[in-house]
């Protein structure tokens, strides 16, 4: 899971950097808003803790940004902020925050309400069926389908396909997709994802016209 941290104060970055990596996260760091907005809009992370008072543009404006925008807008988002009046609280939950810290706060607890944030966010976009176009991926039968005719895959194409279905039309490269399907620990050399792309397009074409994009020096991604 991908963390990104809004936040401008160096000894708040190094205490949730400290803590986030020590629970198994992938951490990044941005220091003002207009920094924050150009990494959101570069990769989107799985959740963001964010700083109301930034430099450049505020967290507030950073969070409306969040929202109007289709490939974030369900990103979780947890405010960690010194604003702790009880207007500013609801300020922030209507402006789309999930969850309102303020400062000082416990650390056991901050990572309570990761963890619980995560869960539910996970929850709210897994679903048994997924489709795209003609193709059907059915997770808990670990089936898939296009059109009428089965499509029988190999466990990482399986993988591959899912992660695709769940980002449609979203480029990841040979590295991104290294650590989402084949996991961050697991050492594999990047041509073998090649591999498995070509096992999964022989499939998948078997019964319709070629759903892979390829993009020149940036990577692979599933048509819309």
């Known amino acids: ?3 990104l941290v809004i936040e401008d104060e160096w000894s708040i970055r190094k205490l949730l950097k400290m803590n986030l990596k020590e629970a198994g996260y992938s951490v990044s760091f941005a220091e003002d808003g207009d920094q924050a907005l150009e990494m959101v809009a570069e990769e989107v992370p799985d959740m963001i803790l964010l700083d109301w008072m930034l430099p450049a543009t505020s967290g507030i404006e950073v969070l409306r940004y969040i929202r109007r925008n289709a490939s974030t807008k369900h990103v979780p988002v947890i405010m ?8 500013d609280r609801v300020t922030g939950l209507d402006y789309g925050a999930d969850d309102y810290i303020a400062k000082p706060f416990s650390p056991n607890e901050l990572m ?3 963890r619980a944030l995560l869960r539910r966010s996970r929850r709210d976009i897994e679903s048994d069926i997924l489709r795209s176009g003609d193709i ?12 009428d005719s089965d499509v029988h895959l190999g466990p990482t194409e399986f993988r591959l396909l899912e992660h695709f279905m769940r980002n449609p039309g979203r480029v990841f490269s040979r590295e991104q997709l290294l650590n ?13 994802v090649d591999v498995h792309i070509r096992r999964l ?3 998948l074409n078997l019964w319709g016209k070629d759903v892979i994009r390829t993009v020149r020096s940036m990577g692979y991604a599933l048509e819309k």
Request: charged fraction near 40%.
């Open 1 to 3: 899971m991908s963390i």
């Open 80 to 87: 960690l902020t010194a604003r702790g009046s009880e207007n």
């Open 112 to 114: 309570a309400r990761v």
């Open 136 to 147: 059907e991926l059915n997770t808990e039968e670990r089936r898939v389908r296009r059109g």
């Open 180 to 192: 989402c399907v084949w996991g961050r620990d697991i050492y594999v050399e990047e041509r073998t």
């Open 201 to 203: 397009r022989k499939a």
